[in-house]
């Protein structure tokens, strides 16, 4: 197939040349062979016009759940994969929250098997332990050769330091990454949502912000003593993002990331004890929520996830105590991005952290495999239940006016518009 894009606005920084410049992009064979002021065309060729059509390099996301296998009736991995396209992002990585765990090279390659001929790449993380009970170490090696490209127990802490010893150590032979989740299990306790002023008054047992900052200075030490790749996913707190700063100023090869949910809202979402804003790490207060966004602006924060998180009605709509953590993600995370921050640092956050996953990062150039997405960034729109393509339905932002549309994604020869 060979489709030209017609008066395309390209948003990319780290392409100046073409940034922002508007331009008609030719692609044959999946290949981008043309990119000209104008591009003749004929009928031979899928003509994409599309109103205020923007471009960039296919977005990214490094934290994505789905439900299969075990759980299929939250997310199947075809849907969730379709759901991912919808929402501009040519790869994810998915978690390890399913059941059984993937804590084999069988069950990365049955995972990689069935996302197979799906427009958006799945790259999948392989559990850091056996079953993810958190004793003995997987089967680290064996998973990265059937293409894991990280190890995870998702968010289960690491309570065992030896264990995270011995994962940092081993997994220095073959470069691995290394996924530790911050959070002291036993400070935690049973806490449904950020310990301070919102909880107290609520009544809700909490879980304080020194549950997260021990884990990481914990985890840095460890780091520090044994070297490796550390990276501490879906950071809430500022004292989370002041260790990581210094660590990165030692030198520590240490990544970061945060959820669009801990950079859009604060513990008073739960005023109305409503379980779609319960979520892990919790919702925390507006002076953790300012650092997280100024640590993203400055670069301590790699980069941003949706954290997607499907869970059916089942494990949602009950007393609150008893629902499960989680929202989706994916749907929302350019219209809340993209009212968070300036477009071209909205765009860069959405294509950021391949590099960490040693993926190849797509660029808009000729001679280039095509990895785009396709949107529009002034559309407003208020998101609804019934339009969510997810199977589950569980999104804070139900209600919530988001800014800018997806248009649609483009990969090789093959795109969902």
């Not at 993810?132 to 089967?139: I, K, N, P, T, V």
């Not at 020194?210 to 030490?221: G, H, I, M, N, S």
């Not at 945060?258 to 379980?275: G, M, P, Q, R």
Request: with cysteine; hydrophobic share 35%.
């Amino acid at each position: 197939m060979t489709i030209l894009l017609k008066s395309a606005t390209i948003v990319n920084p780290k392409q100046p040349d073409l940034h922002l410049k508007k331009k008609d992009i030719l692609i044959e064979n999946g290949q981008i062979t043309k990119i000209a002021n104008r591009v003749s065309e004929d009928e031979s060729v899928k003509t994409i016009r599309l109103d205020k059509l923007h471009v960039s390099p296919g977005w990214f996301d490094s934290s994505v759940s789905y439900g299969e296998p075990g759980f299929e009736e939250r997310e199947t991995i075809k849907n969730g994969l379709r759901v991912a396209g919808k929402s501009g992002f040519t790869g994810i990585v998915l978690n390890t929250n399913t059941h059984p765990v993937p804590d084999s090279s069988g069950d990365i390659s049955y995972l990689r098997e069935t996302a197979r001929g799906s427009l958006t790449e799945l790259f999948p993380l392989g559990a850091l332990s056996r079953m993810s009970e958190g004793r003995d170490l997987a089967e680290h090696y064996d998973m990265h050769l059937s293409g894991s490209v990280g190890f995870s127990d998702y968010k289960n802490p690491t309570e065992n330091p030896n264990l995270l010893k011995m994962a940092l150590l081993y997994s220095q032979s073959f470069d691995g990454l290394v996924f530790s989740f911050p959070l002291d299990g036993q400070l935690a306790g049973q806490g449904q949502m950020h310990e301070g002023e919102v909880s107290v008054r609520l009544g809700l047992k909490g879980m304080p912000a020194l549950a997260e900052q021990l884990r990481v200075e914990r985890d840095l030490a460890i780091l520090e003593y044994t070297g490796g790749k550390l990276h501490i996913p879906t950071i809430s707190t500022e004292a989370a993002v002041k260790l990581i700063a210094g660590a990165k100023k030692k030198g520590l090869n240490v990544s970061c990331s945060v959820s669009i949910h801990n950079l859009a809202k604060t513990d008073k979402a739960l005023e109305d004890f409503d379980s779609v804003y319960k979520i892990l790490p919790p919702l925390r207060g507006n002076s953790d929520q300012k650092a997280l966004l100024k640590a993203v602006k400055s670069g301590v924060i790699d980069f941003v996830c949706s954290d997607h998180c499907p869970i059916d009605i089942e494990g949602k709509k009950q007393e609150f105590d008893r629902s499960e953590f989680g929202s989706l993600g994916l749907e929302s995370s350019f219209g809340i991005l993209n009212q968070l921050f300036d477009l071209n640092t909205c765009i860069e956050l959405l294509t950021r952290g391949r590099d960490r996953f040693k993926l190849p990062e797509p660029r808009i150039a000729v001679g280039e495999k095509a990895n785009l997405t396709l949107f529009d960034p002034d559309y407003r729109y208020t998101q609804e239940v019934d339009k969510l393509a997810s199977t589950s339905k569980n999104s804070m932002y139900v209600g919530t006016e988001l800014q800018g549309r997806v248009y649609g994604i483009i990969v090789g020869n093959r795109t969902n518009l």
